[in-house]
């Protein structure tokens, strides 16, 4: 196969309608394929069917503390979880607030506190127009949320190493920048973990708002693929060594290790940070779904337990990645119109086409029968400027849909590049 960039453009025609010759064979299949979003698949959720024989009658309902779990209380969790995620976190079990199944609505009404009563600060709605700090490509429910509540989000560019330091560092310096989203291992949807010198240049920022945080969503804290997985600096750990303890607040759920739509969230960080919200979670909730967490901290009594269910995971996740990955590399990578990420683990491919190509590659799959998230998604307000990123999410489909949807995928891409091409040449 040829470098398209190298072709003349009878050459590119040529290529074009035998392209366009395998992606009609593609859509007469009438596939209904999904890969729109980081969903795990059934045989992942199967994993954890075992827990709803943890507790009942035959087993009780108490915890460790010999909390009746069918009863009000429990503001911020139980001790076996807290102990657990204390473990994966690299926190006291103190630091850790346990709560319902969605670390997003975690995330969600942490912000809306803030606009309503602050955080360490005067209330945000009170204070004008504010930014927040949108690494990018990133997550596009971090983006929404800060979104939703007026912020205006200001794009980080992301590289092998994380966010540009230099750039978070000098945009730190105005007080109306309150805060920044990360998702620091194997990031969404990039795959890449912040290196060590990334998570101390964190630690170490010097904001003007005295109420500026570090989102610290880790989601895939332990979501490797392969046994040499990706190691993560601990934030809190240095942000004490630095003098910032209050300036993470650090997130994580078992959304993609047991069950996503019952699995259980944690929000975590400084004493201070945790008082604060405690102080504030009395007023919203007499307590969460002691027994869901009951039935999770008895089959996930340690982090070593968690690390073992893992590599379950990973055996039926890691042959989706590579299908892509594989295709990519087959049937694309010398054609010289897209490049992508190889992550080590997390729930995303991060692919980037040729610039203008995006939309275009998403419209064709969507007409063959598979559903991408949409292009742009990655980056704040959905516009991706150079309309080139698509996250690939191959998690959800069965792995032999995954060999199709990937085939579906790189025929897509040449399609929308060699159209581009031919037009502009």
């Known amino acids: 196969m040829s470098n398209y960039f190298d072709m003349t453009k009878d ?29 795990p698949g059934f045989d992942n959720m199967d994993l954890s069917e075992k827990m709803f024989d943890l507790v009942g009658n035959d087993t009780g309902f108490k915890n460790i503390d010999g909390i009746d779990c069918r009863n009000y209380g429990g ?67 971090h983006f929404a949320i800060t979104e939703y509540f007026g912020f205006e989000l200001i ?28 998702v ?10 912040y290196s060590d010198e990334v998570v101390i240049r964190f630690a170490n920022l010097k904001p003007a708002a005295k109420d500026f945080h570090i989102f610290w969503d880790n989601a895939y804290a332990v979501h490797d693929l392969y046994d040499d997985g990706d190691k993560l600096l601990n934030i ?13 607040i650090i997130f994580a759920s078992t959304s993609k290790i047991t069950f996503p739509g019952a699995g259980v969230a944690v929000e975590a960080g400084s004493p ?37 269910h893992m590599k379950k995971h990973a055996e039926l ?32 491919i991060s692919l980037y086409v040729l610039e203008g190509c995006a939309k275009r590659v998403e419209q064709l799959c969507a007409n063959a029968g598979l559903i991408l998230t949409p292009a742009g998604a990655a980056y704040p307000y959905g516009i991706d400027a150079k309309d080139s990123n698509i996250r690939i999410a191959p998690t959800y489909p069965s792995a032999k849909e995954m060999k199709v ?11 929308a590049a060699l159209e581009k091409l031919i037009q502009n040449n």
């Not at 992606?23 to 209904?32: D, N, P, Q, V």
């Not at 909730?285 to 869901?292: A, S, V």
């Not at 299908?323 to 054609?335: G, Q, Y």
């Not at 990937?406 to 399609?415: F, H, I, P, R, W």
């Open 155 to 182: 794009p980080i560019e992301m590289d092998e190493n994380g966010p540009d330091m230099d750039k978070v560092e000098e945009l730190v310096k105005d007080s109306s920048v309150k805060g920044i989203w990360c």
């Open 317 to 348: 996740i890691r042959p989706k990645f590579e299908s892509v990955l594989t295709e990519l590399e087959t049937v694309v990578a010398d054609t010289g119109v897209a490049h992508w990420t190889k992550p080590n683990g997390g729930y995303f």
């Open 75 to 141: 503001l911020d969790g139980l001790k076996e979880l807290k102990i657990l995620f204390g473990e994966i976190l690299g926190l006291s079990p103190e630091q850790i607030i346990v709560g319902g199944n969605s670390s997003l609505n975690m995330m969600f009404d942490t912000i809306a506190q803030a606009m309503t009563h602050g955080l360490g600060g005067e209330p945000f709605c009170k204070q004008g127009k504010l930014k927040f700090l949108c690494p990018v490509p990133g997550y596009d429910r």
């Open 272 to 308: 201070n940070i945790v008082a604060l919200l405690k102080s504030r979670m009395k007023y919203q909730t007499i307590g969460p779904d002691k027994l869901n967490q009951l039935r999770h901290a008895r089959m996930l009594k340690s982090a070593k337990d968690v690390a073992e």
């Open 11 to 39: 050459e590119l025609k040529n290529e074009f309608e035998s392209v366009k010759s395998e992606y009609e064979k593609l859509r007469g299949l009438h596939l209904s394929l999904d890969m729109s979003r980081g969903k």
């Open 405 to 415: 949807a990937a085939n579906v995928l790189c025929v897509a891409v040449k399609y």
């Open 184 to 193: 620091p291992k194997y990031a969404n949807p990039e795959g890449i973990t």
């Open 236 to 248: 809190y750990d240095e942000c004490v060594k630095a003098g910032n303890p209050d300036l993470p």
